[in-house]
């Protein structure tokens, strides 16, 4: 995979990266790259969610689908991707555990060029997140939707993704779903 919006595993690590802008082409809508990644990790947490004492691992494994298309008459790429990842939370000390499920997809919607270097892109996504303790019960949900706006600064390279760099990032329509907190849930189940 060539570049990534977003990344997700789960809610205990999300990172944002820089989407990559590469060359316009011509007007005709056509897939330029397309795959999937595993998606694998673990991780020791100290504190997890700011708790004196209250050390969790973090295993996750998943997928991640891309696609970045040309779109428009004016060729302009478009960054697509769905995230499958189950995130398994284990209170180290007790051997309790939780399991978060995410299926969620991100696309760009509009991307303008700012004529100085710069693009400014609206994405949206959507999704389903839940919880559940080790006997299977939903203990917090967090389906929904979102949309972003982020300005990205091409460095006067816009064919060399690698070096864009994000300037801004804005939530313009936070998430539409249920929004339960993540910490009360998984912290009354791992304690």
Same mark, same amino acid.
């Given at each position: 995979m060539r570049s990534s919006r977003r990344f997700t595993a789960a809610?205990?690590?999300?990172?944002?990266?820089? =989407?990559?802008? =590469?060359p316009t082409f011509p007007a005709q809508a056509a897939v330029l790259e397309s795959?999937?990644?595993d998606i694998s990790f673990t991780e020791t947490v100290n504190k997890f969610c700011d708790v004196n004492g209250l050390r969790v691992l973090v295993e996750g494994d998943g997928t991640l689908t891309y696609r970045l298309?040309?779109?428009?008459?004016?060729?302009? /790429?478009? $960054?697509a991707e769905? /995230?499958?990842?189950? =995130?398994?939370?284990?209170?180290?000390?007790?051997?309790? $555990? /939780?399991?978060? +499920?995410?299926?969620?997809?991100?696309?760009? =919607?509009?991307?303008?060029?700012?004529g100085d270097?710069? +693009?400014?892109?609206i994405y949206f996504g959507t999704g389903n997140a $839940?919880?559940?303790d080790s006997s299977g019960t939903v203990i917090g949900r967090n389906p929904g939707q979102l949309r972003f706006e982020v300005v990205i600064d091409l460095n006067g390279t816009p064919e060399d993704f690698e070096d864009d760099e994000v300037i801004s990032e804005e939530v313009i329509l936070g998430s539409t779903g249920r929004n339960d907190d993540f910490?009360?849930?998984v912290v009354a189940a791992l304690t």
């Open positions: 809610a205990v690590a999300c990172a944002t990266a820089t =989407v990559g802008l =590469v795959g999937t990644e298309e040309t779109k428009g008459d004016d060729g302009e /790429v478009f $960054y769905r /995230v499958d990842v189950d =995130v398994r939370l284990t209170n180290v000390r007790t051997g309790s $555990y /939780v399991i978060s +499920h995410e299926r969620s997809s991100f696309r760009d =919607v509009t991307i303008t060029d700012n270097g710069t +693009h400014t892109i $839940y919880i559940s910490c009360t849930a």
